[in-house]
């Protein structure tokens, strides 16, 4: 039988695999990722299943398995509860392992996708951003000429990002956007890891800034997607290498 | 009697905004003067939990030139207003690298520099439930008269857009409720999108007292 519009997508496998990888994998990105400090406390196990929408039996294991990596302990008593680990090695230990993982092409979907987000944020926010908000995008493009360290400088990218779905006043976007950092923050932000590529980041942010204070539509949104593409290219080629070097294995 | 539907407009808006005021000063009230920045939490608590309250979010935050530095006492319902009431836990110590300075967004600095309260938005909240909101805040006082924070609650505007069409819908030109920038938060035309700054010429009926006005179009 001959598929009729796109009935086969409803029964696509889902996305993301088990729901307790998929928990796994955001809390053990955000620690190495330096978003969630060494000894800083994790929400309570209720707070973190509502916060995911996933059962309590799935955060649990969830932790079981963070605490087998080495990357959260619990501490009993009154005062207790999971706490982060001081997990050395960090971002770049975090893009190379999710590069291995991802593949390609997965690798460019993800871009597509972060492209019609973000590009669609940055043609709303020329349209409708205020005063208020502008300052705010500057004020981001400072913070990551100012950025002293490769965490610095995602974390003022990704704020930079927000504020930019925030001014286009669309809450989904927003949302979309703080959701998908999670994915693309590590696979295309880390990558830039040369003065020359950490100049263009810079660059296509101004550009992007630019052009909604011009109110051009159309040019925010090819800024936006061009800086996205860009970043794709670089960790593509950083793909390339690591996937390159990996033991082909028996034929 | 026969009411133009803008004054029931322009009626219902100013109702809505001055019974957010005075739940707002309500907690005030609590807080003013000398009592402990902390016990406005029994006071919130009730007003989120109220059925059918319009506030998702509501409490007080603090000037970081006080003795006690950045702080925050805010409660929030999250997204959609449906859960349960939790408390903001924003980074405070201004040496961090995720540092929530609120002390440049208008909701804080307008209060702050005019002395007066202020509706800020529509905006999309960033840090509590990522909805597009509207932020009630006035100055709280110290001794002396000194600025020591702002108390203030936050509603969505999806919830005020609801009370608002069916009067607007009677409205026969185009009309918009507009903030200060001309920015829609809500309209009876559909090419007047909430959210967009509204830049043609129109005819402009400022509400007593509030930054919003209805502008009556064509």
New interface residues.
């Given amino acids: 039988m001959r598929d009729r519009g796109g009935r086969a997508s409803v029964f696509a496998p889902l996305d993301g695999g088990r729901r307790t990888d998929a928990v796994v994998r955001r809390l053990s990105d955000g620690i190495r990722l330096g978003l969630l400090r060494a000894d800083e406390q994790l929400p309570a196990e209720t707070e973190l299943a509502s916060a995911f929408g996933v059962s309590l039996v799935t955060v649990r294991e969830a932790l079981t398995a963070l605490r087998e990596q080495g990357l959260v302990a619990t501490r009993r008593g009154r005062h207790g509860g999971s706490f982060v680990r001081d997990v050395p090695g960090g971002a770049g230990d975090v893009l190379r392992e999710r590069l291995r993982a991802v593949g390609p092409a997965q690798l460019r979907d993800l871009a597509d996708h972060y492209v019609a987000i973000f590009g669609t944020a940055a043609q709303l926010a020329a349209d409708r951003a205020g005063e208020h908000d502008v300052a705010l995008l500057a004020e981001g493009v400072a913070e990551l000429r100012r950025a002293p360290d490769a965490d610095a400088r995602r974390r003022a990218e990704s704020r930079f990002h927000t504020e930019l779905a925030a001014a286009a006043q669309s809450p989904r976007l927003t949302r979309e956007v703080i959701g998908l950092q999670s994915e693309v923050g590590p696979l295309l932000w880390l990558a830039a890891t040369t003065e020359a590529a950490r100049d263009e980041v810079r660059q296509r942010l101004e550009g992007v800034l630019d052009a909604v204070r011009d109110r051009d539509g159309a040019r925010a949104r090819a800024e936006a997607s061009a800086h996205v593409y860009a970043a794709l290219a670089r960790a593509s080629a950083l793909q390339l290498v690591l996937l390159g070097e990996e033991d082909p294995g028996p034929w | 009697m026969v009411i133009d539907p803008l004054e029931a407009l322009t009626e219902r808006v100013t109702r809505l905004c001055e019974s957010t005021f005075a739940a707002v000063e309500g907690l005030r009230a609590v807080v003013e003067p000398g009592v402990p920045a902390a016990s406005i939490a029994a006071a919130v608590r009730p007003l989120l939990e109220q059925p059918g309250t319009p506030l998702v979010g509501a409490g007080l935050v603090l000037d970081p030139g006080t003795a006690a530095g950045y702080g925050m006492e805010w409660w929030h319902r999250g997204r959609g207003g449906e ?1 349960p009431v939790r408390r903001l836990e924003p980074v405070l110590d201004p040496d961090a ?2 540092f929530y300075d609120y002390t ?1 967004l ?1 909701w804080f600095a307008v209060p702050r520099d005019t002395g007066a309260r202020h509706v800020t938005g ?3 909240d ?1 840090l509590c439930t ?3 909101t509207l932020t009630f805040t006035v100055p709280l006082f110290g001794a002396g008269r000194s600025f020591a924070g702002v108390v203030g609650a936050d509603i969505v505007v999806d919830w005020l857009e609801r009370r608002l069409l069916p009067l607007l819908h009677r409205c026969e030109r185009p009309a918009a409720l507009v903030n200060a ?1 001309r ?1 829609v938060v809500a309209a009876n035309r559909p090419e007047l999108v ?4 509204l830049t043609g010429p129109g005819e402009h009926r400022p509400l007593p007292e509030l930054p919003l006005s209805v502008l009556v179009l064509g």
């Fill in positions: 859960g690298d995720d440049v208008p529509p905006y999309v960033t990522t909805e597009y920038e920015r909430t959210g967009t700054v």
